[in-house]
């Protein structure tokens, strides 16, 4: 048993290090032991805890956020049965096993290393990352939704920690792997918006090949291609369905944006239907006063099979 429990430990790892790699983080460090430094605090059972395992670490210049590290310590648990079906419990356990890990993490020799490979930084910041992962492919992935309400997992000193589940990963890797085999002359990159926080020029990049951690669970997945003809693209796919209002606002989002740089803009939804939602499109375009724009406007499922094309 405890064989065939590692050897889904690895599959589920593997499977998030072909993802790191897809979204940019495929430099992390792998399979690291960390000291516990608070064995009492930390322990398993009876026992002080001695050490932490991190399945990976990656470090990266925010694009967010002006002269910021983030470390990302990043904890994988897959499992071949589907998600329970109450699972506030085996969700709380993955979640402060990996809170208690950053809280060590902290102050560990592993963190001053990655620092100091970087340079004009004012800002650290340590953020964990939870890979829960099911192979069972029924049901919508969705576990985020039904953990929202957990309480008891603010007794340890931990900066922020993202969920990601099986629709959260779907989503992404289904958006890039539509753009990648419609757009296969295009380079793909995730577009960084303006927040308020990354305002210095020097510094500042309007996309690249690093996701921020930021967008790992996001319903909204901003990116921008260059295309072969020196043209850009600006493309924003979301998790929600296809609605009129919501792509009213997201059409005004992408017209704010892409005035500076973007030859047309692409929306992507998972379940856009030409024959059903064309009139929809054409109706929302006709709100808007800048024909110039709404004519670059497509719309188009990331789930696209024959019953299914873009809007062009």
């Given at each position: 048993m405890g064989e065939w429990s590692r050897r889904i430990g690895e599959i589920g790892e593997e499977i998030v290090r072909e993802f790191l790699e897809l979204i940019g983080w495929g430099d992390s460090q792998r399979n690291l032991t960390l000291p516990c430094m608070k064995g009492q605090r930390h322990k398993n059972g009876e026992r002080p805890r001695t050490t932490h395992g991190i399945d990976y670490l990656f470090s990266y210049e925010s694009q967010l956020s002006n002269r910021t590290l983030d470390h990302l310590v990043i904890s994988v648990k897959y499992t071949l049965d589907p998600y329970p079906k109450n699972p506030n419990s085996k969700f709380k356990e993955h979640f402060l096993d990996l809170a208690k890990t950053m809280e060590c993490f902290k102050g560990s020799e592993i963190r001053q290393s990655s620092s100091s490979q970087f340079s004009g930084i004012d800002n650290a910041r340590e953020i964990g990352v939870l890979f829960w992962l099911s192979n069972d492919a029924s049901g919508t992935g969705d576990i985020l939704q039904r953990v929202a309400g957990v309480r008891g997992i603010e007794d340890y000193k931990y900066n922020s920690i993202y969920v990601v589940d099986n629709k959260c990963i779907s989503f992404i890797y289904d958006v890039i792997k539509y753009l990648s085999s419609n757009k296969p002359n295009s380079e793909?990159?995730?577009?960084?918006?303006?927040?308020?926080?990354?305002?210095?020029?020097?510094?500042?990049?309007?996309?690249?090949?690093?996701?921020?951690?930021?967008?790992?669970?996001?319903?909204?997945?901003?990116?921008?291609?260059?295309n072969k003809d020196d043209s850009k693209t600006f493309v924003?796919?979301?998790?929600?369905?296809?609605?009129?209002?919501?792509?009213?606002?997201?059409?005004?989002?992408?017209?704010?944006?892409?005035?500076?740089?973007?030859?047309?803009?692409?929306?992507?939804?998972?379940?856009?239907?030409?024959?059903?939602?064309?009139?929809?499109?054409?109706?929302?375009?006709?709100?808007?006063?800048?024909?110039?724009?709404?004519?670059?406007?497509?719309?188009?499922?990331?789930?696209?099979?024959?019953?299914?094309?873009?809007?062009?």
């Open positions: 793909i990159e995730f577009f960084y918006p303006n927040t308020g926080k990354n305002y210095n020029p020097i510094n500042k990049q309007s996309s690249g090949k690093i996701l921020p951690v930021e967008f790992v669970n996001s319903g909204v997945l901003p990116l921008k291609l260059s924003v796919a979301v998790t929600d369905d296809f609605q009129q209002d919501h792509l009213k606002r997201l059409m005004g989002l992408s017209y704010e944006i892409t005035s500076n740089f973007a030859k047309d803009t692409l929306i992507l939804f998972p379940n856009y239907d030409r024959i059903q939602h064309e009139n929809q499109v054409n109706e929302a375009k006709s709100s808007f006063r800048d024909k110039k724009f709404t004519e670059t406007v497509r719309v188009s499922s990331y789930r696209t099979d024959f019953r299914n094309t873009s809007n062009e």
